[in-house]
């Protein structure tokens, strides 16, 4: 990371929303559904499928909670109206776990209910440290009453390899991604190289176990490991997928479709943009000279 590079990740912050917005429209979808719905029917004709997230975590306000909820119900009828492939992918934080768990598995089980009357599924995103033992509980909970639901689990934790055998056990639909929340060394691997190690061995393990597998990277090295894991062991595409963000390694993507691998795109939306994209860009600060492109041409 260059000088300019760290002074621009370090004061995104303070960069007026309207270039912000230019920079980061690739990560994001717009704020609304139906800016979603649209752009998830592009991705469908490219031949990916795709994951809808209603931006937004960590509410404190149960008005807010509900908000969530209902808009999470709007994109699952809408998906089933326009006949998109693509299912949901739900932060529980967002439906204020943090601040009340009761509420937050009520509202879940409304998502619940409304993604299994439509044939659909619910993917319940990983967040920091804090809430992942709570997380995979409320998983199993679902998941043992039989309701379509899948769960994310981060390579860099070192409690994962434990969690993928639980995972496994059930024979669950799995995500397995490399971890973005800052964590202390006794929590979380440190070292790139040794995440990436982890990340592999998770992912070969839960193949080998039977589990269906969202290979969520887009590391080449690692996109090839799980391409000889897939052949060593025989698996039909129906078996797995890779998923990749929006705006990211698009021409990995396009191959990885091209080669007959299904692959599933992230798709954000939401009033809470801002935040999400200041979060990409600082994870991404190679960008860093379109941000300043923007802020010198006035976001033109």
């Not at 960590?58 to 209902?70: F, G, H, I, L």
Request: net charge positive; hydrophobic share 40%; charged share 30%.
């Amino acid at each position: 990371m260059t000088l300019l590079d760290r002074l621009v990740v370090r004061t995104l912050p303070l960069v007026p929303k309207p270039i912000v917005r230019k920079v980061a429209s690739r990560y994001v979808a717009g704020e609304t559904l139906e800016e979603a719905v649209s752009l998830v029917r592009r991705l469908n004709a490219e031949g990916c499928l795709a994951t809808l997230d209603v931006l937004g975590e960590d509410t404190e306000r149960p008005q807010d909670a509900d908000r969530t909820v209902a808009e999470y119900a709007r994109a699952l009828d809408a998906i089933a109206r326009e006949r998109l492939d693509a299912n949901i992918s739900v932060k529980l934080t967002a439906l204020a776990l943090k601040r009340d768990p009761a509420r937050c598995r009520a509202g879940f089980a409304r998502i619940v209910a409304a993604a299994r009357g439509h044939g659909n599924f619910v993917r319940i995103d990983m967040e920091d440290s804090t809430v992942t033992e709570e997380t995979i509980r409320i998983f199993e909970e679902f998941h043992g009453r039989g309701e379509p639901v899948g769960l994310v689990l981060q390579a860099y934790l070192r409690r994962t390899a434990r969690d993928a055998a639980r995972a496994a056990s059930l024979r669950a639909n799995v995500r397995v991604c490399k971890g973005i929340y800052v964590e202390p060394p006794e929590i979380a691997y440190q070292d790139r190289g040794e995440i990436r190690e982890r990340y592999a061995e998770s992912v070969e393990r839960l193949l080998q176990d039977g589990c269906y597998v969202g290979i969520a990277t887009h590391d080449p090295p690692l996109v090839e490991r799980a391409l000889a894991a897939v052949a060593r062991l025989h698996l039909t595409p129906d078996r797995y997928e890779f998923q990749m963000l929006l705006g990211v390694a698009s021409d990995l993507r396009r191959r990885l479709v091209s080669a007959g691998h299904r692959l599933r795109v992230y798709v954000p939306y939401g009033e809470a943009w801002h935040a999400y994209s200041v979060r990409r860009l600082q994870e991404n600060p190679a960008i860093a000279g379109h941000v300043v492109k923007a802020l010198l041409t006035g976001g033109r």
